[in-house]
């Protein structure tokens, strides 16, 4: 079933990255398009056309679209189902610079990369050896998709041989906002109430990268990483420049809580001795909108917060901590300070005001519900969507927006430390093994992987290290886990929503068994095709067979 399928799958790679398809622009319908096509060529489409389609995104400012095919085996009757998805969309081609006319060319683009000077050694050296193919989005992901279609071209050849289900959705938007996943979603619900089938696992050949340089293993990634972006307004307390111990400054806090949190190990998850990275800054900026000399009122600060087991309420405790240990530490600061410039000025030193205040979203919330009373949901729901009409306020504008909002309606203006999560968040999906669709998948993958001949040092590893749509195939199992975030994402439903209960109905292991390359997201992403094209098919079609017939 998988053997002499590298022409093939090259071939399908090859028209698929000719399609330049960059996220957020229209070249995403085109690839949709050409997915759609070339299945549509296989006999099997062709007699049950009704298992091809087009699914897609509601109000899209692009009219982008999943691509949806079903495949029966036709062995025996069978309600056992794995589902594929792998993205058709890319990151931009600015940095192929000079050579960007030949970033959705593979062979051209490798001739021209042989005139590169400055190409470092190991890249040059890959390019001599043959075995990579070169191009924007060969190794994220289109080869991927390459060999799942290709899989399914030749299983459905000889469907009354195979038995079960394959589900594949080649979804858009990825690289951006997930919104063809998030559409796939309710679709894979609805598609299991009406066909009676039962999923039993999701799989995602992305691709796989190193982990470090020279790193000699081939990843297997079973259950994924997840992300939240906890975040900080700062309330501070304003005053002219030249009265300046009279104000609060919110950069220095949020000064302080960088420190505090940034690479921090302390603050990273370990799950089976695998460590996520620790928190990193995404946006500091203080709210002033214009040069003034004032110090500034109000501070933004939030990071990027990967999880393997934390959920969002206890990121959420964990980053009130940090905030009120960093606000207290800035109020000592200060008063050091006022002593010694008050000796040194002559001045009579008296302990400066302030209070240390770190409180949630969701305490902030109801403080200021029980002073306005009942008419306040409605008022925060009909501003939140009036942000989100906003075109000009991205989603994480419009969720500070909403704290800014609740804040204002507050009669208390004293400097306060406010600690929320901003969209988006992509939950974690441990595979532990405990239960028995958790276990089937993990018997598969090693089944699969056991049996593959081949001279590459293949490893399983439970946490894909970057985010994915594989999130979206469960919703956070953890108790109280939706509601913490529902209460701690201000507008959620509004300015952001996910699939909760669709997830949650889903409840999927998952896993990302993808090429094997380099540098994806350079001008010199690769696939590696040995592994690619010959080993991964083998590994996949093993890893269905065996969830299928067990
Ligand atoms: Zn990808």
Partial sequence: MYHNLKERIEEIAVQLVEEKSIVETEGEID??????????QMDYYKKYPEKLYFLPVKNDPWNRKTVVAVL?????????????IGHTDT?????????????????????????????????????????????????????????????????????????????FAAVCDEEGSSKGMLTFVPELVRLEKECGCHYLAMLDPDYIAPAYPSDPNVYQYIGTVGKLMPTFLIVGKESHVGESFSGLDP??????????????????????????????TLMQRDLKPEYSVQIA??????????????TPAQVKEKMLKVGAEAFRAVINNLNDAYVIYCAMSGANYESLPWVERTISYERLYALVKAEVGEGFDGM?????????????LDVRD???????????????KNPVLIVYLTPPYYPHIYVEGVMPEEKLLIDAVEHAVSTTKCDYNLVQKKFLPCISDLSYAAAPKEEGA?????????GFGIVYDLPLDDMRELDLPVADIGCYGKDAHQFTERVETEYSFMVLPEILYKTTKYLLEH
């Fill in 31 to 40: 690839v949709s398009d050409k997915v759609y096509e070339i299945m549509s």
């Fill in 380 to 392: 925060v729901r009909r501003y939140a969507e009036e942000v989100s009409r906003d075109p000009e």
């Fill in 398 to 412: 419009q969720t500070l927006k909403v704290v800014e909002y609740v804040h204002s309606l507050w009669s208390d």
């Fill in 482 to 490: 939706i509601q913490a975030l529902k209460d701690n994402m201000p």
């Fill in 251 to 280: 950069n220095q806090i949020a000064a302080e809580i960088t420190r505090r949190v940034n690479l921090n190990p302390v603050l990273s998850d370990v799950v089976d001795g695998e460590v996520t990275l620790p928190p990193i």
């Fill in 72 to 84: 029966n085996g036709e062995k025996a009757k069978s309600d056992k189902t794995v589902v594929f």
């Fill in 91 to 167: 990151v931009g081609i600015s940095d192929y610079g000079s050579l960007a006319d030949f970033a959705t060319k593979p062979y051209e683009l490798a001739e021209m990369l042989k005139e590169v000077s400055s190409l470092k050694k190991e890249v040059r050296e890959d390019l001599e050896s043959g075995k990579y193919l070169f191009g924007r989005g060969i190794f994220d992901m289109k080869s991927g998709v390459a060999v799942v279609m290709a899989l399914m071209e030749r299983i459905s050849q000889s469907i009354e041989e195979f038995e079960g289900n394959i589900i």
């Fill in 297 to 310: 009122t109000k501070s933004i600060l939030f990071f990027n917060f990967a999880t393997h087991c934390s």
